[in-house]
């Protein structure tokens, strides 16, 4: 069996992580139990928090979706632009995607200068 490939955090990360760690020794210490001695249901619990945060991600653009619309059908382009960009994601993802390609795109807009937004057609009042 080939030996695993390093594992290298952000410092910042691992800094965090390391501190996390530490204030939290016993859960630490479960999980290093749970991968040592159970691994497969050590992949199914990361596995299952994997899918929880994906869920509240999908759920949170469902949410969203009705006020990205509503900006988009004031904006004249912005739609074909964002479906273009995200042509190529799974359609499983493509409500999440298209929500983060509209937040992304008005972030820029809000945060451009009046000078760059001029003829761009974006509504920024």
């Known amino acids: 069996m080939e030996p695993l490939p390093t594992f290298q955090l952000h410092p910042v990360v691992e800094a965090n992580l390391a501190r996390y760690m530490s204030e939290h020794p016993q859960e630490t210490e479960h999980y290093r139990r749970m991968v040592k001695h159970h691994p497969e249901h050590a992949v199914k619990t990361i596995m299952c928090r994997k899918m929880i945060q994906h869920d509240e991600i999908r ?55 009046p000078a760059t937004r001029a003829g761009t057609g974006i509504s920024v009042g």
């Open 59 to 113: 759920d949170l653009a469902t949410r969203l979706q009705p006020l990205v619309k509503e900006w988009i059908s004031e904006t004249p382009g912005l739609h074909d632009r964002i479906m273009e960009k995200i042509k190529t994601v799974k359609p499983l993802y493509s409500n999440v995607a298209y929500v983060e390609e509209a937040l992304s795109t008005k972030a820029l807009v809000v945060s451009s200068p």
